[in-house]
Nanobody, 123 residues
Framework: VQLQASGGGLVQAGGSLRLSCAAS????????MGWFRQAPGQEREFVAS????????DYAESVKGRFTVSRDMAKNTVYLHMSSLKPEDTAVYYC?????????????????WGQGTLVTVSS
């Protein structure tokens, strides 16, 4: 399974970006997906997750109301819509595929990881 994250870039505070995570290889429609991020000098942290069918989602408190996770099963792609971006959202964003149908913040619940895409929010 390969996960390709894209859509990162430089944006001003208050702006929006949409990240995509395309799966290829031995893809599965039965697994949950998650987004994590790692800021410079910090540990990787949970951002959002979505269940296999999109019915369940979970968000870190820091992004609730600003970020939305969604998925297009036909395209094997998961999205992270980010709005009202803040400088503290600056990080490398990673997508990951969960071991089960839905996982929350525990990184050990995710088996496959993408390479990351950099989001930089300027003040």
């Amino acid at each position: 399974v390969q996960l390709q994250a894209s859509g990162g870039g430089l944006v001003q505070a208050g702006g929006s970006l949409r990240l995509s995570c395309a799966a290829s290889g031995r893809t599965s429609s039965n697994n949950g997906m998650g987004w994590f991020r790692q800021a410079p000098g910090q540990e990787r942290e949970f951002v959002a997750s979505i269940s296999w069918n999109g019915a369940l989602t979970d968000y870190a408190e820091s992004v609730k109301g600003r970020f939305t996770v969604s998925r297009d099963m036909a395209k094997n792609t998961v999205y992270l819509h980010m709005s009202s971006l803040k400088p503290e959202d600056t990080a490398v964003y990673y997508c990951a595929r969960a071991r089960g149908a839905f996982s929350r913040s525990s990184q050990s619940s995710y088996v496959y990881w993408g390479q990351g895409t950099l989001v930089t929010v300027s003040s």
